[in-house]
């Protein structure tokens, strides 16, 4: 890969059709082609492939035509047009969708369609999201060549992650004949620049989301990423939450810890004398609920919204994004207030009941309140507190682990409101992975390549 790439050109022998791998393998069944013809016609047909595993999936069913050859080779390798769980049309071209009703029991996506016999279930990729089949597999939306294009996108494979695409480039050598079979010459033009190799690797009709750029500026830009954790807008809001969870749940059990110093109940609740004024003997900051509220509560709220305008779920959208901005926007406000009670509690110190001379009976009381000593940088004057056992050193680690989570967590929620407002004004962008784009050099000029399998 050329520096500052974002994608990579290898080419793809005509002889390399085969990508095994755990759980699933990738196999193209028959080569694409579109080759022009003397008097001014062309001959085309789409690529035939089959990826096989938990589920078996073919993608692109060829023209009607290649009937007797698709059922052939499927019964070579020992698959039934029955065992065929889900048929991929990438759109729906003849050349493409032929042969659909061979597999009539199957789960169909042509295009933007997805149905299961009449019944056709709502889905999100013409909103740019992907429908994941399960946890390696899943349908990308790439239009350009069409309105409603759509790859295959298949992890753990021989050749890393591969993705089944459809009609991708279209005679690489001419400036215009890709420009007549596009339906969307902007969009295919733009995918030209996304390459940033110039037109000889033009990705012709795949289009890869512009969410897909702004989610990488999103995520601390694309200069600072390595070329396999490129991420978008959801993958990123997925990894600002899940440390939100974590560290909200710190700071709750920080929080409640320090209601019970010394490990001990009776603090909270202790036997006072008749006529006191108090009704606990605990630091004063704790009752504050810094930790428990502002970086718990107001942190865990909106971490579970963030996490939902991750991929695949209910707020990947444009909406679900604004949202997010103010819901980092409330944990930005309960981090700073646990930020601050957490600093005004290691600043104070604890209560405890104290002496510092000796036969002068001890007092409860905050003996390091006022900067009475600077009992942080000098643990002598942990002696001081008599009781509860160790009550310093407690309340210094939780403090200052309540202190760190709630710096995170400011960090994380500021850089959740950047990433939200991306996601507002771009999208929530559904192709996590960098496309790497096969050469056309080795083939014949003028030889369009009517599907490609691409991999990294």
């Keep these: ?99 659909l009703s061979l597999f009539a029991h199957a789960e169909l996506i042509v295009g933007f369609d997805h149905s299961e016999g009449d019944r056709y279930r709502p889905n999100k990729l013409s909103e740019g999201q992907v429908y994941r089949v399960d946890e390696h597999v899943c349908v990308v939306p790439t239009p350009g060549h069409t309105g409603q294009d759509v790859s295959v996108q298949v992890t753990g494979t021989s050749a890393g992650v591969v993705l089944v695409a459809g009609d991708l480039f279209e005679c690489c050598s001419d400036e215009d004949s890709w420009r007549d079979l596009s339906m969307n010459t902007v969009v295919q033009q733009q995918d030209e620049v996304e390459t940033e190799e110039g037109p000889q690797n033009r990705p012709g009709e795949n289009k890869v989301s512009p969410s897909f750029k702004w989610g990488l500026a999103s995520c601390l830009g694309l200069s600072l990423l390595p070329f396999s954790d490129i991420m978008c807008t959801g993958s990123c809001s997925k990894f600002i939450a899940i440390p939100l969870y974590v560290l909200a749940l710190v700071s709750i059990i920080c929080n409640i810890m320090l209601f019970f110093p010394g490990f001990e109940t009776k603090y909270a609740a202790p036997d006072l004398p008749e006529g006191s004024n108090r009704t606990d003997y605990l630091t004063e900051e704790v009752k504050y609920m810094g930790g428990l509220v502002g970086g718990g509560l107001m942190v865990l709220v909106p971490a579970i919204h963030i996490h939902l305008t991750s991929a695949e779920k209910c707020c990947a959208n444009r909406c679900g994004m604004f ?38 009976a001890p007092v409860w009381g905050t003996p390091f309140f006022g900067g009475e000593g600077n009992y942080l940088q000098n643990q002598t004057l942990w002696d001081w507190c008599k009781e509860p056992d160790n009550v310093v050193g407690f309340n210094v680690g939780l403090f200052s682990t309540l202190l760190v989570a709630a710096s995170l967590e400011l960090v994380l929620c500021l850089i959740q409101m950047v990433n939200g407002l991306f996601g507002c004004l771009c999208g929530t962008c559904s192709v996590c992975v960098p496309l790497i784009f096969p050469s056309s050099s080795d083939r014949p000029p003028g030889n369009h390549v009517r599907q490609q399998v691409l991999h990294r």
């Design 1 to 99: 890969m050329t520096d500052g790439a974002v994608v990579q050109r290898i080419p793809l022998p005509d002889s390399q059709l085969d990508f095994p791998g755990v759980p699933y393998s990738v196999s193209v069944l028959k080569p694409g082609y579109c080759l022009s013809e003397p008097d001014g016609t062309f001959r085309a047909d789409g690529t035939i492939s089959l990826i096989t595993g938990p589920r078996t999936i073919l993608v692109d069913t060829g023209g009607p035509w290649d009937r007797d050859f698709l059922l052939q080779t499927l019964k070579d390798r020992g698959v039934d047009p029955g065992d065929v769980d889900m048929v991929v049309g990438t759109h729906g071209h003849s050349d493409h969708v032929g042969n």
């Design 323 to 360: 949202l997010s901005i103010g819901f980092a926007a409330l944990g930005v406000s309960g981090a700073t207030y646990s930020l601050s009670v957490a600093s005004l509690g290691l600043v104070n110190g604890p209560m405890c009941l104290w002496t510092n001379k000796e036969g002068q």
